[in-house]
């Protein structure tokens, strides 16, 4: 990570990763299978973690709820610790288009993993993929907003915002309501404990 | 196309191609940068269409129903006439792995220009990127339900379904009511002409 910070990831080789990390380059390869590798090495266990988060929500959840509960869990279990290191990371990715492409594929496999999760569950084929998808560009977006982000705000809670913004703009709400803040069209938005200050 | 149907993508060579067509190869390289490019060469097209769709879209319409008028706009001015033509590729991308990334790649750059083409209409950022992602989103699982449908459903009907499945399930319903069909948390959906039939 050091070294594609220092230099870019195009302009670091193998060897010298080996070398900063004070191991040979077989050992590097009995790791990984590229140097492109190294940045995704979280992805699987990220997608055990986000299954198993799918398969352990209670019975009682819609779908779009199974699924951001699965990604407030990896969140506050996988990234909340690691912000430093997801900006480092998401800052190298953003100057690569190789990188941008792996990184999409890793979001399509996760959201196909996700989708059948929810099948498992009993939940209708279409409704899973919708569900999955609508979970994965939110988390997308959410993501990308609290590597950016200078406050304090959680990974988590910016996922759940994301999802009340989510639910308002595919409702067809001109703009999404900010957090605690009036809404312009209340009537569009499932009533919750969260939403309201009707201060409009 | 018919190539890459009778014997896979892999196994096609630029050559084959070229004289299948009745052209030189130095023809299909000033066309194509590469064999995979041919399956790709609307890309362009497909996103100045929708490009265009968004910035005539009338201004009293929600970001997200600007986003799907677009789409409509093109599943009718780009993609009904071409089904068999649709169904053929998607069957050739679906078998291989490195084609599947192109498309992936396809629709990022395609959910990136319609985000970009709604800032530029006004709409807030955030609000521009959920409803352009969650747009790809519903328009990748309804491309592929028309693809794989025997019926005599059009995308832009698909398409409009999608988007009202895809608004009952990020509300949190447990399952997308079919048109017209009886919904089990009426309460959560914007109420709509299209809705109701509480049957259930």
Redesign the interface.
């Known amino acids: 990570m050091e070294l594609y910070a220092e230099r870019g990831f195009d302009s670091t080789s193998v060897a010298e990763i080996a070398e900063r990390a004070g191991l040979t380059e077989r050992t590097f390869f009995r790791h990984f299978a590229d140097k492109r590798e190294v940045l995704f090495y979280g992805s699987k266990a990220l997608q055990e973690f986000l299954v198993g988060g799918v398969e352990d929500a209670p019975q009682s959840l819609?779908?779009?709820?199974v699924i951001v509960s699965a990604l407030v869990g990896a969140a506050t279990g996988f990234f909340e610790e690691r912000r430093e290191f997801a900006r480092r990371r998401q800052a190298i990715i953003a100057a690569n288009t190789e990188l941008?492409?792996r990184e999409?594929?890793k979001l399509?496999s996760l959201a196909s993993a996700l989708a059948s999760a929810l099948r498992k569950r009993g939940?209708?084929d279409?409704?899973a993929?919708?569900?999955a998808?609508?979970g994965?560009?939110?988390f997308?977006?959410a993501f990308?907003?609290w590597v950016d982000d200078d406050g304090e705000s959680s990974l988590a809670h910016i996922i759940e915002q994301?999802?009340r913004?989510?639910?308002a703009?595919?409702?067809?709400?001109?703009?999404?309501a900010p957090a605690g803040a009036a809404q312009r069209h209340p009537?569009?938005l499932?009533?919750s404990s969260r939403s309201p200050n009707r201060s409009e």
């Open positions: 819609a779908p779009i709820e941008q492409e999409l594929i399509a939940v209708p279409q409704t993929s919708l569900a998808e609508a994965i560009s939110l997308k977006v990308q907003r994301s999802l913004e989510m639910r703009v595919t409702a067809g709400q001109r703009r999404p009537g569009h499932r009533p």
